[in-house]
């Protein structure tokens, strides 16, 4: 049921009944079996937006906001950028956040699975089963799909391990506006992220973007790159690649500053100003020959770098770079073993980092600083081409799917068949197991089986196939032998087939994750029943304030003031509104 203004409860002062308001004038409360229906139902509807792009034949959404409009069918994106305001329906955002953020594949899929599985609810809640005991169900059959399916999970000899990786980057990106160029780029993905060190942190893969060209220009570097700063005249004196060169960072200001800009000064003599300038000049100077003189050939700053230091570095033939970004830095730290000093006192060779070459290289119409064949390379750099600038960009977050797969992989390195078949498979499982358990969780687990099938039936649906016959026929191989386990949609030739056999390979932890998360996003909103919003409180905070009274009117009252009430007094501090009788 579901009611709008206050909610009030009958009491008896002294033999007098009068209502007492427990809930804020304008309060909208929504409550019982209509209210758990109308919360599946809006899950359902930001279900039905995205289930469209599953699948390597999905398709793609272009959301378009006040300041830009996105291409993509990443499950996650497309639903953040929906704006969605239902506050249950938010459930799915968050699950396809922690999704994306865990595992980073597989958004689409879990929000696809969680609408199923309420679906599957809502026929139950409607047939009057109580909300808890299918919560109950549920869970006993995610927990029975997760020991099945750590059973069906194989794991690659560690010899093959790279072709797994590569497997599985591919797999991921099947479904990408890239899916054609997918040998392309799981090949830079797995690079990238095996150049990292044990920790693989993926801020330390840096992406930049050109545009103009096609993606297959992209490329690793096997350092870092960063588009060249901001620099003065001096800058084209400077030489523009090395063998070998020495590498100093500092987080140091190497430019003159203006005295009125930054300090007040109080002379005697107007002669004592010179020396003051004279002194400032000193500094500057004695700050860049000791740069030159502890042999570095590349200077980069995160601060400032003026004309003066400019020009100086030019005459002894040292490269320098001014305002460099933090991350770059970092990056640069990590490639060639420099340190980053706040000081130019004391400089040694062993704060010195190096690499194989450093070059300028044009790319597009930019220009890049690259650093190559870093000895302690433990970073890596990312250059993405494009004609559009949102194919860059969808190309990026299809690059981060893909790099978060590989780091994943590299951890837990067990791997199931993609394409449906694992969902199948766990869904006969669970239909066996249904007919051993008595009472109506038979129909509860049941009806979780069948929910997993809505993964390989929403493929076969994308890709144009006709859903039933292609899970008539999944159906009828996974019942046949054990063999039939690894059978899922076979895309190519619009039927099924062997996905293991086709490297159709996913991490476990893909589909683990998903189907944890699917579950507990469906019984957290069945076990809402009640709904009670605020739009006063909601739009002027300070207004929510503890109130009670009768009638009419908000009334606040004391202790003293209810006693009084009892005894036919009047006990109210004061009124609000038009009070009441």
Same mark, same amino acid.
């Given at each position: ?152 999970? +194989? ?15 591919? +797999? ?71 063998? +070998? ?51 570095? !050939? ?11 230091? &400019? ?57 890049? !600083? ?8 433990? &970073? $890596? &750099? ?118 293991? $056999? ?80």
């Amino acid at each position: 049921m579901g009611s709008k203004g206050r909610v009030k409860a009958k009491m008896n002062f002294g033999g007098v009944p009068a209502n007492i308001i427990l809930l804020r004038e304008g309060t909208d409360t929504s409550q019982g079996k209509p209210q758990l229906l109308s919360n599946i139902t809006a899950c359902l509807s930001v279900v039905d937006s995205v289930r469209s792009t599953l699948g390597p034949r999905g398709m793609d959404k272009l959301i378009h906001t006040a300041k830009e409009a996105t291409i993509s069918n990443d499950g996650a994106t497309i639903i953040q950028l929906l704006d969605i305001e239902h506050p249950a329906a938010r459930t799915l955002v968050d699950i396809a956040k922690s999704q994306d953020s865990e595992v980073g594949d597989g958004t689409t899929s879990v929000v696809v699975l969680a609408g199923e599985f309420l679906r599957a609810a809502k026929g139950f809640v409607e047939d009057g089963v109580h909300p808890q005991a299918i919560i109950r169900a549920f869970r006993k059959a995610c927990n029975l799909a997760q020991e099945k399916l750590e059973q069906l999970s +194989t794991r690659p000899p560690p010899s093959e391990q790279r072709t797994m990786l590569e497997r599985c980057a591919k +797999t991921a990106l099947y479904s990408k506006l890239i899916a054609s160029q997918s040998d392309f780029f799981s090949k830079v993905a797995v690079d990238a992220i095996l150049r990292l060190d044990e920790d693989r942190d993926l801020d330390l893969v840096g992406i930049k973007k050109v545009p103009g060209g096609s993606a297959v220009e992209s490329f690793l570097v096997d350092g870092v790159a960063f588009k060249k700063t901001f620099s003065y005249a001096g800058f084209e004196m400077q030489p523009k690649s090395y063998k +070998t060169p020495k590498i100093l960072l500092l987080n140091v200001e190497l430019e003159l500053k203006a005295e009125r800009d930054n300090a007040e000064i109080r002379l005697k003599d107007p002669s004592q100003y010179q020396s003051i300038v004279d002194a400032e000049w000193e500094i500057i100077y004695d700050k860049l020959a000791k740069c030159v003189q502890v042999g570095a !050939n590349i200077v980069l700053s995160r601060l400032p770098i003026g004309d003066l230091a &400019t020009q100086y570095f030019a005459d002894h033939d040292i490269f320098c770079a001014g305002r460099v970004a933090e991350e770059d830095i970092k990056r640069v730290i990590k490639a060639t073993g420099a340190r980053l000093l706040s000081t130019c006192n004391n400089l040694t060779a062993e704060i010195l980092g190096t690499c194989l070459t450093f070059e300028e290289r044009q790319i597009g119409s930019e220009r890049y !600083n690259l650093f190559l064949g870093c000895p302690k390379a433990q &970073t $890596a &750099t990312i250059v993405l081409r494009g004609g559009a600038e949102q194919c860059i960009e969808e190309t990026h977050r299809s690059l981060h799917d893909a790099m978060m797969i590989v780091k994943r992989a590299i951890v837990n390195s067990t791997v199931v068949p993609g394409g449906g078949a694992i969902e199948m498979e766990l869904s006969k499982y669970l239909r066996g197991l249904s007919r051993t358990i008595k009472g109506k969780e038979q129909m509860l687990v049941n009806g979780y089986a069948k929910a997993l099938e809505i993964i390989p039936r929403q493929v076969a649906e994308n890709a144009g196939f006709d859903s039933t016959d292609i899970l008539n026929r999944l159906r009828a191989k996974h019942h046949q032998s054990e063999e039939g386990k690894n059978f899922g949609v076979d895309i190519n030739q619009e039927g099924i087939c062997d996905t293991f $056999a086709s490297y159709v390979w996913e991490p476990t932890l893909v589909k683990r994750n998903a189907l944890y998360a699917a579950t507990e996003a469906c019984c957290l909103i069945l076990s809402i029943d009640e709904t009670v919003r605020n739009p006063k409180s909601e739009g002027n905070p300070a207004d929510n304030q503890p109130v009670g009274g009768m009638g009419r009117g908000n009334m606040a009252m004391s202790r003293a003031g209810m006693a009084g009430m009892a005894r036919g007094a009047r006990g109210a501090r004061h009124y609000r509104g038009r009070g009441g009788r």
